[in-house]
């Protein structure tokens, strides 16, 4: 089965600068996808970023950009110019690209923003 | 306006009253499906649907139930809530995102279930 793991319960960054927060995941799967959701206090799960397993361009969005290392199976969140906007849970999941396409979640980092 | 609906948004209930928690989406999404949150744990799926009358179970369905009658609509049913049950639910469903052509996941707003 499919796993995905945050080492990292908590972070924390001063405003303005970046932030690193990690994941690793265990597959035997070739083609599938990665997804870093943000969940603010308001529970809301927003999509920040996704990435397609057969791309090897990394993904950006605006402020926030992945380093994805397939053979690693690691999958990294960058937040730049950090915003106390930006102060919310992240979670990191997984999901075949074919088949049942369940989202496996990893356990969720915390992130604070310091004024 | 394009969304996933749930009722109620928090409830607190007894052991043993029956619940049900009401998912409803205006886009008319085949795929839907119900996540539990647990501090630590993360989002775990209970219960899935490819269309209506198809229905399976995901990592943890063990006391719960689903129906699929309509393809809006995904009610996640207890019928014997528990203490255990308590949690922060959600409802999804998949919507299409034109610019890259990958199916993204919607979610609705999260109903807080406390049984006590």
């Known amino acids: 089965a499919q796993t995905v793991t945050q080492s990292q319960p908590e972070m924390s960054v001063q405003e303005a600068e970046t932030v690193t927060l990690s994941c690793t995941y265990d597959?035997?799967?070739?083609?599938?996808?990665l997804f870093w959701y943000k969940q603010p206090p308001s529970r809301q799960m927003i999509l920040v970023i996704r990435q397609e397993a057969y791309k090897q361009q990394n993904a950006t969005e605006n402020r926030f950009s992945v380093n994805f290392q397939k053979a690693a199976k690691s999958f990294s969140l960058k937040i730049s110019d950090s915003q106390l906007g930006d102060a919310a849970m992240y979670f990191c999941a997984y999901r075949e690209r074919l088949g049942a396409q369940k989202l496996v979640f990893g356990q969720g980092t915390r992130l604070t923003i310091n004024p | 306006e394009a969304q996933v609906t749930q009722n109620p948004r928090y409830l607190i209930t007894v052991t043993g009253k029956k619940l049900t928690v009401t998912c409803s989406q205006n886009?008319?999404?085949?795929?839907m499906s119900w996540y539990r949150q647990d501090p630590g744990l993360g989002l775990r799926q209970i219960y899935y649907?490819?269309?209506?009358?198809?229905?399976d179970k995901g990592d943890v369905p063990e006391g719960y139930k689903v129906s699929r009658k309509e393809k809006r609509n995904f009610p996640l049913i207890l019928e014997s809530p528990s203490p255990n049950q308590t949690s922060l639910y959600f409802c999804?469903?998949?919507?299409?995102?034109?610019?890259?052509?990958?199916?993204?996941?919607?979610f609705g707003a999260g109903s807080r279930l406390t049984v006590l």
């Open positions: 597959t035997s799967e070739s083609d599938y996808y």
């Open positions: 649907s490819m269309n209506v009358e198809v229905t």
């Open positions: 999804a469903s998949r919507m299409w995102q034109r610019s890259s052509g990958a199916n993204v996941l919607t």
């Open positions: 886009m008319n999404h085949e795929y």
